[in-house]
């Protein structure tokens, strides 16, 4: 298969998950309260970071450009192991402090996978717009 249409098909997921987090919201007995509209808001958040990586992948594609050059992965690798030692020092805090809090365990484990993937965004967001040192 093409590496244009490996693209294509990837969009598959994250239309799915929109349409999932829809039929949600509609087929919801009652009135969201606070932690539904925020799960429901980071959620809608992480599709659109997902859509955003794959839209920029499929836009480099188009113009013939390979989107997986050797700075991009390096940013992602960087990315990567930082969001992995924040996400450690993350799990400590709501094992620590959140543990003892009604809902328990789907929502906390729930908000923490959406903050370690808020984790890494942001570290690739400050790797790719500052670029990475020389580590030589």
Request: hydrophobic content about 50%; proline content about 3%.
């Amino acid at each position: 298969m093409k590496t244009k249409y490996k693209s294509l098909v990837s969009f598959i997921s994250p239309t799915l998950g929109i349409m999932l987090l829809g039929l949600w919201a509609y087929l919801a007995k009652e009135p969201f309260n606070t932690m539904g509209y925020l799960i429901f808001g980071l959620s809608i958040l992480m599709i659109g970071f997902g859509l955003y990586f794959k839209i920029q992948r499929f836009k480099s594609e188009k113009s013939g450009l390979n989107p997986d050059d050797e700075l991009s992965k390096r940013i992602k690798e960087k990315a990567a192991a930082k969001a992995f030692s924040f996400s450690i020092y993350m799990w400590v805090f709501i094992l620590l402090f959140l543990v003892e809090m009604e809902p328990r365990d789907k929502i906390i484990i729930g908000l923490g996978l959406i903050g370690m993937g808020l984790i890494f965004f942001l570290n690739w967001l400050y790797y790719s717009k500052t670029g990475i040192s020389d580590e030589d």
